[in-house]
């Protein structure tokens, strides 16, 4: 599987050593906590953790070792979740996931991290395309998003929260799975480029 390392910002980004990440929970983060009915429409009471619009709770075609489900985006489509974290002023943010290209060949699926400053009202902190490079349907790429460490102090003591978009044409689809959000308090001494900034 190809792995991309996407900045959120500009430049440089400081080496995370995973001894200094902390977890940030999400709720149903491979989408395997559903109805156990297949293509269930997302939201849905049996799909914990996710709202949105034109996306499924799909049974097969994940990659190895990501369970039996994932979550799949029409064209337009987008599943967004808030966590119970609070930003701290210093704080960086890593969003790890694996999408994959299915029907219609979608080129890109849309992460970001985003507040909610109202119920429902969604402010976007960081958006980033991430690019498929095989246009195999199902070929499962890993991705990886990071926020520089402060640049997310303007939204300092307000709740974190995960959103991924299809921005493709009509009769385009593609998949997520395996989400993992991570927070760190203070970078490593080791930098590293990224591959697409």
């Known amino acids: 599987m190809i792995h991309h390392f996407l900045r959120a910002g500009g430049g440089l980004l400081l080496a995370l050593s995973i001894g200094q990440a902390s977890s940030v929970s999400l709720i149903n983060p491979s989408g395997e906590q559903n109805s156990g009915t297949d293509r269930t429409p997302v939201p849905d009471p049996t799909f914990p953790g996710w709202k949105g619009g034109?996306?499924?709770s799909i049974r097969g075609n994940t990659d190895g070792g990501n369970g039996?489900?994932?979550i799949s985006l029409g064209s337009g489509g987008e599943v967004r979740q808030m966590t119970h974290h609070v930003v701290q002023a210093g704080e960086s943010f890593s969003l790890r996931f694996e999408a994959a290209s299915f029907s219609g060949l979608p080129t890109a699926?849309?992460?970001?991290f985003f507040t909610e400053p109202a119920p429902g009202t969604v402010?976007?902190?960081f958006s980033k395309n991430c690019i498929?490079?095989?246009l195999t349907s199902g070929a499962w790429e890993g991705f990886q998003v990071v926020t520089g460490f402060g640049e997310c102090d303007a939204v300092a003591g307000q709740l974190i929260g995960v959103r991924f978009r299809n921005t493709?044409?009509?009769g385009k689809f593609l998949s997520i799975d395996d989400i993992r959000l991570?927070?760190?308090?203070t970078p490593t001494s080791t930098s590293f480029s990224t591959l697409c900034g």
């Open 54 to 56: 034109n996306a499924q």
């Open 68 to 70: 039996a489900w994932r």
């Open 109 to 112: 699926v849309v992460a970001e």
């Open 123 to 125: 402010n976007v902190i």
């Open 132 to 134: 498929f490079t095989n």
């Open 168 to 170: 493709d044409m009509a």
């Open 182 to 185: 991570e927070s760190f308090a």
